[in-house]
């Protein structure tokens, strides 16, 4: 579904749907899932894991809005995820938290969108109690994570990530993916 938002006065809803194949392979669009995440990268729509109820996924899929066609990204290791947050900074995918089919995790785990290969960072400091279901804001150098679940708990809190700017918008800023 897309939200037309061209007449504000009259915003509507406009089901999309891919060209049609002449296979009726499923694996030309990922399963049907909620609790992921899906960033815009120019005109390319980048979903990452998410889970149908029973599967917590790992898998990472490039929907191209222009061409309404979706693909997948074979990437050699990938974490299960679903109800984390995921920030675009500079090339880099940041995910953070989750729950990864057993636990909540307060990882950081960074997806460099120009090579598509994960790269788990150490965070440094206090990092943030294990999490899901939370969110995360870009704002100058810092992600802000606010609130959150943890099977328990709800959290009422605000953590900080600060980023090294240089170590991560200096990298790749004007980046197009090629799927």
Same mark, same amino acid.
Request: aromatic share 10%; net charge negative; charged share 20%.
């Given at each position: ?48 894991? /998410? ?8 898998? =990472? ?7 309404? #066609? %979706?693909?997948? $990204? ?60 939370? /969110? ?8 802000? =994570? ?7 708990? #709800? %959290?009422?809190? $605000? ?21």
């Amino acid at each position: 579904m897309r939200l037309d938002v061209a007449d504000t006065n009259k915003m509507s809803w406009k089901l999309i749907s891919a060209p049609s194949s002449a296979s009726s392979d499923d694996k030309s669009k990922p399963k049907a899932r909620g609790y992921h995440t899906a960033n815009m990268v120019g005109s390319k729509l980048i979903i990452f894991g /998410g889970s149908d109820g029973g599967e917590c996924f790992r898998d =990472v899929w490039v929907f191209d809005v222009e061409t309404l #066609v %979706f693909s997948p $990204v074979h990437i050699p290791v990938s974490y299960p995820r679903l109800s984390h947050t995921a920030t675009i900074v500079g090339s880099y995918l940041f995910v953070i938290g989750g729950h990864d089919g057993v636990e909540y995790s307060n990882e950081v785990l960074l997806l460099n969108l120009v090579t598509m290969v994960w790269d788990k960072k150490k965070v440094y400091g206090m990092p943030p109690r294990p999490r899901g279901y939370h /969110g995360t804001v870009l704002h100058d150098s810092r992600l802000i =994570v606010v609130g959150g679940f943890d099977g328990g708990e #709800v %959290f009422g809190d $605000v953590q900080i990530l600060e980023l090294a700017v240089h170590a991560y918008y200096s990298q790749i800023s004007h980046f197009s993916i090629d799927v």
